[in-house]
C-alpha cells in the first residue's frame, strides 16, 4: 500500500469555505495537492479515477468563487466528483469509495448538503441546474446554479433540451462545459468536432467589443493580469455560434488546468452574468497521472492499484466476463451473416462491442450517449433489411423505453436487445442496478425476452436472437464473469418458449430465470440434505413463457417458487398471471415469487447485494422450506 501524499494545504480544507481565504498560490497548491490525494484514494478502493483527474482545477476554482451549497452545483454524471466530495467535507470517509456503507462514487442528496442533485446518467445536469435557478426566481432557494456536464454529455437530446428551454427562460444559470475529448470511449459526431473546431482554430479572432471590456471588470487584485485575461477570454463571442444562437452567452475555450485562468473568468462571470453564460473548459482526462493519461479509456474505472506503477491489483479468474462471452457470440455469428450490425451508444468497450469493431469496423455504429437515438436508428436499420443487435446496460436502455415500444414493438421490427448489467451491479449501487428491464420489456406484446443461466446459454441466446426475424427480441445478462462453463465454438439457436429442466424431484418445482440458477442449484442440495429433493427448471423464457413446463411443473408439485433478478412484475408475475388464468390456485398449489425487493439498494459487494435482496442460496432455501410448511432448524450458518 502507498504511503499517503503530503498535503500541508489540503489538511487546512475542511469545507469550501475555508478557500475563501487562500490565496491563489496557496489554491494552486490546493489543487496540486487534491490530485495526490484523489490518486491515493482511489488506489485503495478502486473507482472512477480519470474523470476526477480532470477536473482537479475546475473544482477547486469553482468551490474557491462560488459559495457552495448555497450556490448549487449539479455534476454531470458524477464519474467526476471525488475531488469535490474531498473539498467537500468527506475526506476523512474519501478511503470507503463505493463500499459498503461508504461514500458513493456518485453524487448523493442523502450524503452531503454539497451534493444538491443526484443520478450517475449523463446529460441531467443542464436540467436539474435550470430547475433550481427557476425554484430560486419563484422565492425557492437561493442563489447561484452551476451546471458541470462534460462534451460526451452533451451530444444527448436532453441537454439540447435543457439549453432550448434555459436560453428561453433567460434565467441566470451557469453550465460549464467540460470538454475533455473523452468520456468513457472518445465522443464521436458531429457536435465533437464543432468543439474540436472551436479550440484547434488558430489564430483565434480578437474580442468582439463587449468582450474587450471584459478585462475591465475583473477585480481589483487581477487587473495586473489584464493582457493574461484577455487571452483567457479570447473566445467570448467568437466560437460560440451554436450556443449564443440558444441564447446563451459563450466564454472559451479556456485551458480548464490554467487555475489562475479558471479563477479570473469564474469570478467575472460570477459578477457579471444576468442570463444563461456557457463556459468552455479544456481539460485533459486522467491529468497528473501517468499511467492513467497513458490508458487507452484514460483510467477511467479502475480496480485498486499501486500509485508508483499504476498496475491493478485484479483477482484471477478461470471464466471469461459474460460481456466478452457476448462479443465472442456475437462475432461468430456475424462471419455467417454479413447483415449482423452492432449498435452502441458511446460504450463500446463497456458492451464488448470494441472486439467487435476490430473485425468488423464497418458494421458497428456508436451513436454516443443518444439512447432514444440508439433504439430508433437500430429499428430504421431492421427496417431497411439489416439484423441490428442494439447493446445497452439495462439501466440505460431505460432512456430509451418509449422507442422501444413505439418504435420497435408495435412495428414488430426485428431489433436485437443485448442488455447488459442486468442485475445487481456492486460497487455503482442502485444506479447502475439492472432491476426493472423484465418488466418494462415482458409487458409488451409480440417481443421474445430471454435470460442467460450461464455465459454457454449467452452464446445460445445470441445465436436464437440472430436467428429471430418475426420481431423485437432480447436476452440480459450479468456484469461480471460467467461460471466458467464449457463454451461453445458457436452458439445453437433455441427454441422459442422453451425452458429446460435441469434436474426432477418431488414436493418442490425451483423454477429460475436468469443466473440466479447458480444458487438454486445450491439451495436445492441444501434441500437434498434435508431430505426434500426438489425440481430444477431453468425458464430460460420471460416472454413467451413455457406454458406446458410450467403448467406441468405446478400440477405435479406441492409448491412451485420463482427466482429472477428483477423487480416485481417481471417473470414472476407472468408466472403467477398464467397459473391465476388456468385455475392453478384453485388446485391449492403454493407459489411463491422471489424477485429483488421493492428499495433501492446501496452499493457493496455482489454477493452481499444479492444477500440483502434475499436471493442467495440460504434465503432460497428458506423460502422453499417456508412454502412448504418445514420448520427451519439446524439452518447452516
Given amino acids: 500500500m502507498s504511503k499517503k501524499p503530503v498535503t500541508p494545504i489540503l489538511d487546512r480544507v475542511h469545507l469550501p469555505a475555508d478557500m475563501k481565504s ?4 496557496e489554491l494552486r497548491m490546493v489543487a496540486d495537492e487534491l490530485r495526490a490525494e484523489t490518486i491515493s484514494a482511489v488506489s485503495e478502493t478502486g473507482g472512477h479515477l480519470g474523470a476526477g483527474l480532470g477536473v482537479v482545477e475546475l473544482t477547486v476554482a469553482i468551490h474557491a468563487v462560488f459559495d457552495t451549497p448555497r450556490d448549487k452545483l449539479v455534476w454531470d454524471v458524477g464519474h467526476q466528483c471525488y475531488p469535490h466530495k474531498i473539498l467537500t467535507g468527506r475526506r476523512d470517509r474519501i ?41 430560486r426566481d419563484l422565492g425557492g432557494d437561493p442563489g447561484d446554479a452551476i451546471a458541470v456536464i462534460g462534451d460526451g454529455s452533451m451530444s444527448a ?3 439540447f433540451e435543457a439549453m432550448n428551454n434555459a436560453g428561453h427562460l433567460k434565467k441566470r444559470l451557469f453550465v460549464i462545459l467540460n470538454d475533455n475529448e473523452m468520456s468513457i470511449a472518445p465522443p464521436v459526431g458531429a457536435l465533437s468536432a464543432y468543439f474540436t473546431r472551436l479550440y484547434t482554430g488558430a489564430p483565434f479572432q480578437e474580442f468582439k467589443a463587449a468582450a474587450k471590456g471584459a478585462v475591465s471588470l475583473l477585480p481589483e487584485p487581477f487587473q495586473e493580469g489584464a493582457r493574461r485575461a484577455k487571452e483567457m477570454l479570447k473566445g467570448i463571442a467568437v466560437g460560440g455560434t451554436l450556443f449564443e444562437e440558444l441564447g446563451f452567452s459563450y466564454v472559451g475555450p479556456i485551458d ?106 464497418k458494421r458497428i455504429f456508436d451513436v454516443g450517449i443518444a439512447e432514444q437515438h440508439a433504439v430508433t436508428f437500430s429499428a430504421g436499420l431492421a427496417a431497411g433489411g439489416m439484423k ?9 436502455l431505460q432512456r430509451g423505453y418509449d422507442q422501444v415500444v413505439h418504435d420497435v414493438a408495435i412495428q414488430r421490427l426485428p431489433v436485437r ?26 409487458n409488451l406484446p409480440g417481443i421474445v425476452v430471454m435470460a442467460a443461466a450461464d455465459e454457454a446459454e449467452l452464446m445460445h441466446m445470441v445465436a436464437t436472437a440472430a436467428a429471430h426475424d418475426e420481431g423485437p427480441i432480447a436476452f440480459r445478462y450479468p456484469r461480471g464473469d460467467g461460471a466458467g462453463v464449457d463454451l461453445p465454438v458457436r452458439g445453437v439457436p433455441l427454441a422459442i418458449g422453451k425452458g429446460r429442466v435441469i434436474r426432477e ?18 439451495a436445492a ?106 420448520a427451519v432448524v439446524g439452518r447452516r450458518a
Wanted: proline share 4%; with cysteine.
Fill in 22 to 25: 487562500l490565496s491563489d498560490r
Fill in 95 to 135: 478511503r470507503t469509495l463505493r463500499t459498503e456503507g461508504g461514500l458513493s462514487g456518485f453524487t448523493k442528496r442523502s450524503e452531503s448538503p454539497f451534493d444538491p442533485f443526484g443520478a450517475a446518467h449523463s446529460s441531467t445536469s443542464i436540467s436539474a441546474a435550470l430547475g433550481f435557478a427557476a425554484a
Fill in 157 to 159: 437530446g436532453m441537454a
Fill in 256 to 361: 480548464g488546468h490554467d487555475l489562475e485562468q479558471l479563477l479570473a473568468v469564474l469570478r467575472t462571470a460570477k459578477s457579471r452574468a444576468t442570463g444563461p453564460m456557457l463556459i468552455h473548459v479544456i481539460t485533459k482526462k486522467g491529468k497528473g497521472y501517468a499511467p492513467a493519461e497513458a490508458a487507452r479509456d484514460k483510467g477511467h474505472a479502475t480496480g485498486k492499484f499501486d500509485v508508483l506503477t499504476g498496475v491493478q491489483a485484479k483477482a484471477a479468474s478461470n471464466a471469461p466476463s459474460y460481456t466478452k462471452v457476448f462479443a465472442q457470440g456475437l462475432i461468430a455469428e456475424a462471419e455467417r451473416d454479413d447483415k449482423i450490425v452492432a449498435v452502441t451508444a458511446a460504450m463500446p468497450d463497456g458492451t464488448g462491442l470494441n472486439l467487435f469493431a476490430d473485425r468488423y469496423p
Fill in 388 to 396: 441490428p443487435f442494439c447493446a445497452i446496460y439495462s439501466t440505460f
Fill in 417 to 442: 436487445f443485448a442488455i447488459d448489467r442486468a442485475g445487481l451491479v456492486g460497487a455503482d449501487g442502485a444506479t447502475h442496478a439492472g432491476a426493472f428491464d423484465i418488466a418494462f420489456l415482458a
Fill in 505 to 522: 424431484g418431488g414436493r418442490v418445482a425451483i423454477v429460475s430465470f436468469g443466473t440466479r440458477l447458480s444458487e438454486v442449484m445450491r
Fill in 525 to 630: 442440495e441444501a434441500l437434498v440434505a434435508r431430505g426434500i429433493a426438489p425440481t430444477v427448471i431453468d425458464a430460460r423464457f420471460a416472454k413467451p413463457l413455457d406454458r406446458d413446463l410450467l403448467l406441468n411443473a405446478a400440477r405435479n408439485h406441492e409448491a412451485l417458487v420463482t427466482v429472477e433478478e428483477g423487480a416485481v412484475g417481471g417473470f414472476g408475475s407472468h408466472v403467477a398471471q398464467l397459473f391465476a388464468d388456468e385455475g392453478i390456485f384453485d388446485r391449492g398449489l403454493k407459489f411463491r415469487s422471489m424477485v429483488l425487493p421493492d428499495i433501492f439498494i446501496d452499493q457493496a459487494s455482489p454477493e452481499r447485494m444479492y444477500e440483502v435482496a434475499g436471493l442467495d442460496a440460504m434465503q432460497i432455501e428458506a423460502r422453499v422450506l417456508a412454502a412448504l410448511d418445514v
